[in-house]
């Protein structure tokens, strides 16, 4: 029974631990080794989710360029983003137009978008890079531009422009854009 009043403070001396001397310290032995175990899962599982989406699209890109190389239709189609890459050829066509004076109102139609969405024309826009035709994920890799985690691009010989562009939808990395190429200027 206690003989201190309520709120009276008790000398150390008179303080006792409940367990003896051994089991406590095996206890806290046990309670940092899972302290331990719990730290390095959470430091395993953070390394794994990198924030630079390099390896990925390189990985991606490197197939998909394989497939264009290899004039694997199916292949190809599942990565095009025809939307994106219809929005960006038409937007750099109209900015053709209008560096030489020209209105072209709505712009190309969709069809005539759609036949400058061809392996030929992705080769083309490749060919400005130093990528060689059927590149390996490293030498994708070297001249990726990464603009945030779900957007990154290919870079030109000169590092100035992205030949190529991908975007990451619902996990996968897709063509959103390439340079327009085979336009005759005046």
Same mark, same amino acid.
């Given at each position: 029974?206690?003989?201190e009043p309520v ?15 051994? &089991?406590?310290? %095996?206890?806290?032995? #046990? ?5 331990? /175990?719990?730290?390095?899962?959470? @430091? =395993? +599982? ?18 998909f360029l394989g ?7 199916? &292949?190809?189609? %599942?990565?095009?983003? #025809? ?5 960006? /050829?038409?937007?750099?066509?109209? @900015? =053709? +137009? ?16 759609d036949r400058m ?9 490749? &060919? ?50 390439? &340079? ?7």
């Amino acid at each position: 029974m206690r003989t201190e009043p309520v709120g009276a403070t008790i000398p150390a001396k008179n303080l006792r631990s409940s367990l003896p001397l051994p &089991a406590g310290a %095996v206890m806290v032995r #046990r309670m940092l080794r899972k302290g331990i /175990l719990v730290a390095l899962a959470l @430091a =395993l +599982g953070v390394g794994g989710c990198s924030l630079d989406p390099r390896g990925s699209a390189s990985k991606a890109i490197a197939s998909f360029l394989g497939a264009v190389q290899r004039r694997d239709g199916a &292949a190809m189609e %599942v990565v095009l983003d #025809r939307p994106a890459l219809r929005a960006d /050829l038409r937007d750099q066509l109209a @900015a =053709l +137009g209008r560096s030489n004076g020209i209105d072209i109102g709505a712009g190309p139609s969709e069809f005539a978008m759609d036949r400058m969405i061809t392996a030929p024309a992705i080769r083309r826009a490749q &060919a400005h890079t130093t990528l060689p035709p059927a590149p390996t994920a490293a030498q994708v890799a070297a001249l990726l531009k990464v603009q945030d985690k779900d957007h990154v691009c290919v870079q030109d010989a000169a590092g100035a422009t992205c030949a190529l562009s991908f975007a990451r939808r619902r996990g996968t990395w897709r063509l959103a854009g390439m &340079a327009a190429t085979g336009v005759k200027r005046p």
